[in-house]
């Protein structure tokens, strides 16, 4: 019982990590509910993400909670991750750098009883965060007029879930998260003698919940091979909040609020994808996801009223391929032959709109190693920890906006705790 309450102080000493990241500086995230963050694991990552299908008794997935019941049912599972990235923002002739770091997520899996697993944790959802400003020539008279745009926040996810194996064939599963957290946008307009300085804050405040469901269909094929069906399912509602505008009259303060009733709102979501893996030495998967945004307004001021307008947000579409290989995961003498070799490439359409126009679509590669840490303590079978490590190139364009060029580095210590062993004395 102490090693479960050592955990629990450990999940919220992480939590107000997650809450303070920043893990954005992309004015994309202006739009919608922010950039929206990826949710699989550091070992996932290697492979761009990919994990639908995925069933391994040694690292946890969230992507999909129906793996939950693969877990082993003498370990105790813990995967803390962070990220480090640099992005190059580039407009025409004009280039600027950006980095930002965060710590991701802080999960945890174990077995709860027999063909049943569970899993909880913190997750990303969205992040905001970008500070720019935008100058224009107005006249003789009134010469420049300068708008200076700023935002931060995000959503955030504290999920428990559990997966359930019914048959030697099935599993199924389901995440239920608490959501919490939010955004604060803010224009500036300052500069013009005849046009007054306003303010415009923009704000909403979330506390909801969100529910994913899963499946998984596998296959044995022969002594060494196993096919993989994984399916999900994320639940839309109305998050029962208000989005708010306060706009202040910089010259005489005079304050005009608007609200904009139930402006917050998640999609439905899907998901399949496929594995195959082949003797605990190589696995291959693909995924395919769409989240249907286009059904969703988003609160629109046009400077008189503050209201929810709908052809602002679009499905948005998402592929991704990738594998792992290990030499000899059994080897003792040689640790290259024990790392997991990761690739992984993805596309992905964006799910808002910038200026009329479809915002950047995504392409993406990464390439990822799990590092066995063997010691003393692995050798007597009781702590296997893994570090994963992966390397992300995400290239986001479209005509006319701005190209972002992003590389990150994921780092995440997963740890195998043999809790439930029980030990025999001679």
Request: glycine share 10%.
């Amino acid at each position: 019982m102490n090693k479960y309450a050592i955990c629990g102080l450990l999940m919220a000493a992480m939590s107000m990590q997650v809450m303070a990241q920043g893990g954005t500086k992309s004015p994309y995230s202006q739009y919608g509910l922010g950039v929206l963050s990826d949710h699989s694991q550091a070992a996932n990552r290697g492979m761009n993400g990919i994990g639908l299908a995925f069933r391994q008794s040694t690292l946890v997935n969230t992507l999909n909670p129906a793996s939950y019941s693969s877990v082993d049912s003498l370990t105790m599972l813990f995967d803390v991750g962070m990220s480090l990235q640099t992005t190059n923002f580039k407009e025409g002739a004009r280039k600027v750098n950006a980095n930002t770091a965060s710590v991701e997520y802080a999960v945890a899996s174990f077995r709860l009883l027999p063909h049943v697993g569970m899993a909880f944790g913190i997750l990303p959802l969205t992040n905001v965060g970008y500070d720019y400003a935008v100058s224009s020539y107005l006249d003789q008279t009134n010469g420049f007029m300068s708008e200076n745009y700023s935002g931060s926040g995000g959503l955030h996810q504290a999920f428990i879930g559990a997966g359930w194996q019914p048959a030697s064939f099935l599993s199924v599963g389901a995440n239920v998260a608490y959501l919490w957290g939010g955004y604060d946008r803010t224009v500036t307009t300052s500069g013009a003698s005849n046009v007054a300085s306003l303010k415009r804050v923009y704000s909403a405040n979330v506390n909801s919940y969100k529910i994913d469901l899963g499946l998984q269909l596998y296959k044995q094929l022969g002594m060494k091979d196993m096919a993989t069906l994984g399916a999900t399912v994320g639940l839309g509602h109305k998050l029962g909040e208000d989005a708010t505008l306060e706009q202040i009259n910089l010259g005489n303060a005079d304050t005009t609020r608007f609200v904009a009733a139930d402006a917050i709102e998640l999609p439905m979501t899907y998901g399949v994808g496929f594995a195959w893996t082949h003797a605990n030495k190589w696995m291959i998967g693909t995924d395919f996801s769409m989240q249907k945004w286009g059904n969703i307004g988003q609160a629109t001021f046009d400077g008189s009223k503050y209201t929810i307008q709908k052809g602002l947000l679009s499905d948005r579409y998402e592929l991704k391929v990738g594998g792992e290989w290990v030499p000899n995961e059994a080897s003792r003498s040689n640790i290259l032959k024990r790392i997991h070799y990761r690739l992984g490439a993805g596309y992905a359409t964006p799910y808002y709109k910038v200026n009329g126009q479809d915002g950047p679509k995504e392409y993406s590669i990464s390439a990822g190693l799990g590092i066995p840490l063997q010691n003393q303590w692995s050798a007597k079978g009781r702590l296997r920890p893994v570090l994963n490590i992966s390397a992300q190139w995400l290239h986001a364009s479209a005509k006319d906006l701005i190209t972002e060029n992003t590389f990150r580095i994921n780092v995440a210590l997963t740890f195998n705790e043999r809790w439930f062993a029980k030990w025999k004395v001679e």
